[in-house]
């Protein structure tokens, strides 16, 4: 018997099939080994000696592959073919060393691009042995990526409180973020006019012509800056004869895209298809390890983690034999196209992401996918079969018009030039498969046919626009726009682009705003702090030098401890420089850097950090227990504090304009008691108020709820926390949603649970809390791990909303779930039948419902526990409610201290 270790289950069952009886195929669930999270893992002084530890789960699995491996013929490690596969390779073999199991087994590596029978039987033909270049370089990064995470966030624990490394990658990624950020603060919008004639031909065609030179002198897009200019030249251009003084037309080519990387993939789904790119890999990975089709059992896509753009001969002769039958031979190039990787630094070169068989097509495979593959599948194969296509033909015309006004030899002529341009398709080769979407705008003139003119044709004039315009800042990096910019400085590589971006979301630095990247104040601080006291490791040139020798390393022309050690000997000398800094100099430093933030202008001429309660104090960055805020001065007498960032006047009307000077916003008056509700800045962040007074009733803004989107409705709700929302199944005792000093959680007598990303405190159902109860208090994260929901089945993108809708499986009954929105299936309604249609009028119940205040629907006893209390039952908790409220949400138990993260590629 043959033993083959994969990683994954899904990619054991597939490669099963494939390989006779003589082979059994297990997964190891990935890394089975890491450096345990605490300081010492590595070790500098001792020639960065690394320690390995197996947690619980990597531990059993060790001991189940020993127990097959012991009665074994021969050991095959066929882990995937990049640096990570080639690492989880070497880790379980050291682990079985260890365990003493192997003796003289013969261990062979063996590695395929492709999960089918014939590459798989094929890579067992020429197996291999380790690559150890490939495990050094792993091990290199792996140790880079631990001192920088240990030995800098002690650092940024002390200096700055609340903060942490983001990591060695992710922290220039966040510094890319936070920079864009700035630009769009310092950008200053300023005017343009624009002028537009409908010209029209002897012939009656009318088409556009933009205003371009006057009197000999050109006009670029800025130039006419007010409206008195615009106006007269719109003057002008009313009084002017049209003629045309040069028509020129050249023909083009378009050619097609290369087949898809790892960076082009994620960039395209995000485009395209709206993923995330840690989604987009998700996806990938499932479709590269194997799916029924029809029963058969194959991989869909190559290898999807990859820089490489080449494509297998073999492959390449398939898809040029299904363009010529499917397009015809006019789509077909004489010759197969080439393509070379532009990335200065590719390495890991597999093929690109391509189809393992590109006569599935997408439309046959779709009924055997879930909607998320199948549309990815589409995409890939989609850019695949056009990479081998004929180029678009294109036809580019420009056409110069003089415009004479008066005439020219008297003092009132002038001469204004006018420019048509315009592009047609004369044969639309690969474009009429496949054509990519870009960040910018494009070519708007693609499809604009101009009519058929000659020079010193006379033109009539139809009507002139004259538009003002204000120029725009730089936009925010997309997820997608940021992994192409992280490719072009040669930062990342592609195994590591989906976890950086996830990671600094995860330790919320960044959030996702419409689809762009907003850097968190916490963010800000952090890559403040290291552009001041440790510039040099956040620096684009050091991070691509460093990725540059991480690579030589692979190619075995570099000693990875020689990298190690130049490494650590200036990063070193950084740590210990820190250690006189005083907290002050930390504060200084950041006042300054972060100013144009933390202090913006306010556009009046005066002190934008005079404080706006006492007048004489002046407004500083101050460090807390909990973090950085904005303090006075003048404490104690001034008590004045707000969050980091200040309002601004576009903040839909939390700026200054209908703010307080201390950040209070009125939202309204409570209809039950006629206090005013206000919403304000706090110490630890925002909070809504009722009434004023020694103590008031409060309650804390939840995360993802900012002020500007506060109104008097979900302030009230927000007031009426802690309450009940479910009796608990067995005690029959009243289980309460609130939210405390870490954040909203369910309560259950003694028994707290915190509330997860995607619960909604204000829209959380019964069976949810129920739900969340009862982990807790089985000692579990989670009935489902991690504390989270089981995948449940995908129905698909919201067709309105965006976003997966889930058919889930709670404890006490099935709901369908779309981000935060959490809707109870009706009683009777199969959840394995559920569709889309159904699906989407229950949510939109749901979330009217959470809108209003009101409970949504509930089953059983957790249906009883929403009824609402009637006034009269009311009215003798009032009194005692207040006061629980007004103590804030003391009864929250602090959460346990979390354990140090570990450190990301």
Same mark, same amino acid.
């Given at each position: 018997m043959n033993v083959v270790i994969v990683e994954s289950p899904a990619k054991a069952k597939t490669i099963n099939k494939y390989l006779g009886p003589d082979y059994e195929v297990v997964a190891s669930f990935g890394h089975v080994r890491d450096l345990p999270p605490k300081d010492g893992s590595v070790d500098p002084d001792a020639d960065f000696a690394m320690v390995w530890e197996a947690d619980g789960r990597g531990a059993k699995r060790i001991g189940e592959i020993a127990k097959l491996v012991k009665g074994a013929d021969k050991l095959i490690l066929a882990t995937d073919p990049d640096r990570e596969g080639e690492a989880i390779s070497w880790h379980l073999l050291e682990a079985l060393r260890d365990k003493r199991v192997l003796k003289d087994m013969p261990v062979e590596r063996v590695t395929f691009n492709a999960i089918t029978k014939q590459a798989v039987q094929e890579a067992m033909a020429a197996p291999r042995s380790i690559d150890t270049a490939l495990v050094e370089a792993y091990l290199a990064r792996r140790a880079l990526d631990y001192l920088v995470g240990f030995r800098l966030s002690p650092v940024l624990w002390r200096k700055l409180p609340g903060a942490r490394s983001a990591g060695r990658v992710q922290s220039v990624a966040l510094r890319l973020v936070c920079e864009r950020e700035a630009e769009i603060e310092r950008f200053r919008k300023k005017e343009y006019w624009s002028l537009v004639a409908t010209l029209a031909t002897p012939r009656g065609e009318a088409f556009e012509a933009r205003l371009v030179g006057a009197d000999g002198q050109k006009i670029q897009r800025l130039d006419v800056g007010t409206e008195a200019e615009a106006r007269a030249f719109e003057k002008a251009l009313a009084e002017a004869h049209f003629a045309v003084s040069g028509v020129e037309a050249k023909p083009a080519r378009r050619h097609p895209f290369a087949p898809f990387t790892t960076s082009t993939l994620q960039q395209e789904a995000s485009r395209k298809l709206g993923f995330a790119p840690a989604r987009t890999m998700q996806v990938a990975q499932r479709l590269y390890e194997g799916t029924d089709i029809g029963g058969e059992t194959v991989g869909l896509i190559t290898y999807m983690r990859t820089d490489g753009v080449d494509v297998a001969p073999e492959a390449v002769s398939a898809i040029r034999g299904l363009i010529g039958k499917d397009f015809g031979p006019r789509y077909l190039p004489s010759a197969p196209r080439k393509y070379t990787s532009k990335q200065k630094n590719a390495q890991e070169a597999h093929e690109a992401i391509r189809p393992t068989d590109a006569r599935r097509h997408p439309r046959e495979v779709a009924r055997f996918l879930e909607p998320e593959q199948a549309r990815l599948y589409e995409l890939i194969w989609k850019r695949t079969v056009a990479s081998q296509m004929e180029s678009a033909e294109l036809e580019r015309t420009t056409v110069d018009i003089d415009a004479t006004v008066g005439g020219l030899g008297t003092a009132m002529g002038r001469r204004l030039e006018l420019r048509a341009t315009g592009q047609v398709v004369k044969f639309d080769g690969f474009l009429t498969l496949y054509t990519e979407d870009r960040d910018d705008d494009g070519d708007d003139e693609d499809g604009k046919r101009l009519p058929a003119m000659t020079v010193g044709e006379k033109l009539a004039r139809k009507a002139i626009a004259t538009t003002q315009h204000f120029t725009e800042p730089p936009p925010r990096y997309s997820e997608a726009s940021l992994v192409k910019r992280m490719e072009e400085l040669g930062i990342g590589r592609p195994s590591t682009y989906a976890s950086t971006l996830q990671t600094l979301q995860d330790r919320e630095y960044v959030k996702i705003d419409k689809k762009r990247l907003v850097p968190e104040d916490k963010g800000r601080l952090v890559i403040a702090f290291l552009e001041n006291f440790f510039e040099r490791y956040v620096e684009y040139g050091f991070t691509a030098a460093l990725e540059e020798r991480l690579d030589l390393v692979s190619n075995s022309e570099l000693d990875?401890?020689?990298?190690?050690?130049?490494?650590?000997?200036? =990063?070193?000398?950084? $740590?210990?420089?820190?250690?006189?800094?005083?907290? *002050?100099?930390?504060?200084?430093?950041?006042?300054? %850097?972060? !100013? /144009?933030? $933390? =202090?913006?202008?306010?556009?009046?001429? %005066?002190?934008?950090?005079?404080?706006? +309660?006492?007048?004489?104090?002046?407004? %500083?960055?101050?460090?807390?227990?909990?973090?950085?805020? $904005?303090?006075? *001065?003048?404490?104690?007498?001034?008590?004045?504090?707000?969050?980091?960032?200040? /309002?601004? /006047?576009? %903040?839909?009307?939390?700026? /200054?304009? *209908?703010?307080?000077?201390?950040?209070?916003?009125?939202?309204?008056?409570?209809?039950?008691?006629?206090?005013? +509700?206000? +919403?304000?800045? !706090?110490? =630890?962040?925002?909070?809504v108020q009722l009434g004023e007074g020694e103590k008031p009733k409060r309650s804390s803004l939840p995360k993802g709820m900012t002020p500007a989107g506060l109104d008097l409705e979900r302030a009230l709700a927000l007031l009426e926390l802690p309450k009940e929302v479910a009796k608990h199944p067995e005690s029959g005792k009243p289980i309460l949603v609130g939210i405390g000093r870490y954040g909203p959680y369910v309560q259950h007598e003694k028994t707290y649970a915190n509330l997860e990303k995607d619960d909604d405190v204000l829209a959380i159902g019964a069976n949810r809390a129920i739900d969340l109860v009862i982990a807790k208090e089985s000692g579990a994260k989670s009935r489902f791990g991690r504390g989270s929901a089981p995948a449940g089945r995908e129905l698909g993108e919201h067709p309105t909303l965006g976003g997966p809708v889930t058919v889930m499986a709670g404890r006490y009954g099935p709901y369908v779930k779309h981000g935060a929105v959490n809707a109870t299936l009706p009683k009777g309604k199969d959840a394995a039948t559920l569709t889309m249609e159904e699906a989407v009028p229950l949510l939109a119940a749901r979330a009217e419902a959470a809108g209003s205040g009101k409970k949504g629907p509930a089953r059983g006893k957790a249906k009883a526990a929403a009824k609402p209390k009637t006034s009269a039952e009311a009215k003798p908790k009032a009194a005692a409610k207040s006061k629980a409220a007004a103590k804030g949400s003391k009864t929250a138990k602090p959460a346990a201290k979390a354990k140090v993260a570990k450190s990301e590629a």
């Open positions: 990875w401890k020689a990298l190690l050690r130049d490494f650590w000997r200036d =990063f070193a000398a950084a $740590i210990d420089e820190t250690k006189e800094l005083r907290v *002050s100099d930390v504060l200084s430093a950041l006042n300054d %850097s972060l !100013g /144009p933030h $933390i =202090f913006p202008d306010k556009g009046d001429g %005066s002190n934008p950090r005079a404080c706006p +309660v006492c007048g004489t104090g002046a407004l %500083s960055l101050k460090l807390g227990k909990f973090g950085a805020f $904005i303090g006075c *001065s003048n404490y104690p007498e001034c008590r004045f504090t707000r969050q980091l960032a200040a /309002p601004g /006047p576009d %903040s839909e009307g939390d700026g /200054p304009a *209908s703010a307080g000077a201390d950040g209070t916003r009125k939202l309204g008056e409570d209809p039950v008691t006629g206090l005013e +509700v206000t +919403v304000r800045d !706090g110490r =630890f962040g925002p909070y």
